[in-house]
């Protein structure tokens, strides 16, 4: 039977939106099946900054809207961000070492058929809608993603 790995991204930060990517990226490459819940911040992973809306939304939706990162690219560093500089700084030392980018590790993960699930009530609290991020986000609840996780060989929590 094939394997399967879980993961949660709760994180929305650059540095561990790449350890999720790899790990995701890598058990693909050895044929095994997996799954990203995004919830709460790590749905910044999978926000389309071409598709954000202010339409229909609360002063404090907009707000969230406005404040948070826009996707991939504007993700903060977890630790030594220095208003943006450590994380340039990562991004150059690994141009240096010809690792992939973020948003090379995203698009990976996508083309290989990754299933990305989005938490709805993170994203109905936080006020976005499903056409604010990648098409291949789908929404489930927590009960959903249990049972996904349920099935899974491997669970993972970033």
């Known amino acids: 039977m094939k394997k399967k790995l879980n993961l949660i991204l709760f994180s929305g930060e650059y540095d561990k939106a790449i350890a999720a990517l790899i790990l995701a990226n890598s058990a693909k490459e050895i044929d095994i099946d ?3 819940f995004f919830a709460f911040w790590g749905l910044m992973l999978v926000r389309d900054p071409e598709k954000m809306s202010l339409e229909d939304k609360t002063l404090f939706e ?3 809207c406005v404040m948070t990162p826009k996707g991939p690219e504007d993700l ?3 630790r030594m961000n220095f208003a943006g500089m450590g994380k340039e700084m990562l991004k150059v030392m690994m141009t240096d070492d ?3 980018t973020l948003p090379a590790f995203l698009k990976g993960a996508r083309n290989k058929g990754v299933k990305f699930y989005g938490c709805k009530l993170s994203m109905e609290v936080m006020g ?11 929404i489930v609840d927590a009960k959903d993603y249990l049972q ?3 099935t899974s060989d491997v669970q993972l929590f970033i």
């Open 62 to 64: 907009k707000m969230f």
């Open 128 to 138: 976005f809608k499903k056409e604010e991020f990648i098409p291949e986000l789908e």
């Open 34 to 36: 997996v799954t990203i």
């Open 148 to 150: 996904d996780a349920l």
């Open 76 to 78: 903060p560093l977890s």
């Open 98 to 100: 010809d690792a992939p």
